[in-house]
């Protein structure tokens, strides 16, 4: 049996698209952070089982919340702006059952095309795993911390996200504070070169090295967005440190 658990926050416009790729799930489950539009009405016209949550700022905890909900020897994890394609599902539900997870990679479309190279190009997340595997850690970036082996699946996980660079720029505000909030918690600073440095690095890395220039327009972008991230939280996290 494999649960499939969505969290979901103000998606009314892409939900409904990422239910239906995964009707094939025995279970669907969506964990809806207080959304103030209709995301929990389009989410159980669909048929999915839907538990208000908030996650006050911590997703980890969230996606925990989750699979303490979920019925299914598997979970899956799937953002509401994400799509499973028929291939993929093919290829979970044939997926060799004896290691503990799997990672899948992610392909992003982003102002009008598919993104192949740069940060995005490389993402790979693991999202299938066995129920009692492992919890996720951290509140922003979080990771699920599976015991034992894993694996990687072929076929990407589809993602559609920031319809609009404003739309980006409040995500990066947001999850940078976030970051910064965990950073500090973990007792690390930031000095004035980190806050020089690490962009540049950032952005060279992304558009350069990892090839991000062939995406063309779209591939500056979002070098650009990542290094902007990458100063927002080292700013950040220096100005917590001198305030406290």
């Not at 290691?99 to 990672?103: A, R």
């Given at each position: 049996m494999i649960s499939a658990i969505i969290l979901a926050k103000n998606s009314?416009?892409?939900?409904?698209?990422?239910?239906?790729s995964l009707d094939w799930c025995d279970e669907r489950i969506v964990i809806d952070d207080a959304s103030s539009d209709d995301t929990v009405g389009v989410a159980k016209?669909?048929?999915?089982?839907?538990y208000v949550h908030k996650s006050d700022?911590?997703?980890a905890a969230q996606r925990n919340f989750g699979l303490a909900k979920a019925d299914g020897d598997w979970v899956l994890f799937v953002d509401s702006d994400e799509v499973v394609t028929p291939e993929l599902a093919s290829e979970i539900q044939n997926a060799d059952k004896n290691?503990?997870?799997?990672?899948i990679k992610r392909k992003d479309f982003l102002f009008g095309r598919w993104l192949e190279h740069g940060e995005t190009g490389r993402v790979k997340l693991l999202r299938l795993a066995k129920k009692d595997a492992g919890r996720w850690e951290r509140p922003v970036h979080e990771i699920w911390n599976v015991e034992g082996a894993t694996g990687q699946l072929s076929h990407p996980l589809l993602h559609y996200p920031h319809p609009n660079v404003a739309q980006f720029i409040d995500e990066i505000n947001r999850y940078s504070t976030l970051n910064a909030r965990y950073l500090k918690s973990k007792e690390?600073?930031?000095s004035w070169w980190h806050i020089?440095?690490?962009p540049k690095a950032k952005f060279f890395i992304d558009y350069f090295w990892y090839l991000?220039?062939?995406?063309?327009?779209?591939?500056?972008v979002v070098a650009l967005m990542m290094s902007f991230h990458s100063f927002l939280t080292r700013a950040k996290?220096?100005?917590l440190w001198k305030d406290s």
């Open positions: 009314a416009q892409t939900i409904g698209k990422t239910l239906t016209k669909t048929g999915a089982t839907v700022d911590d997703f290691v503990q997870g799997y990672y690390i600073r930031a020089v440095a690490y991000g220039f062939l995406d063309g327009t779209a591939g500056a996290l220096y100005l």
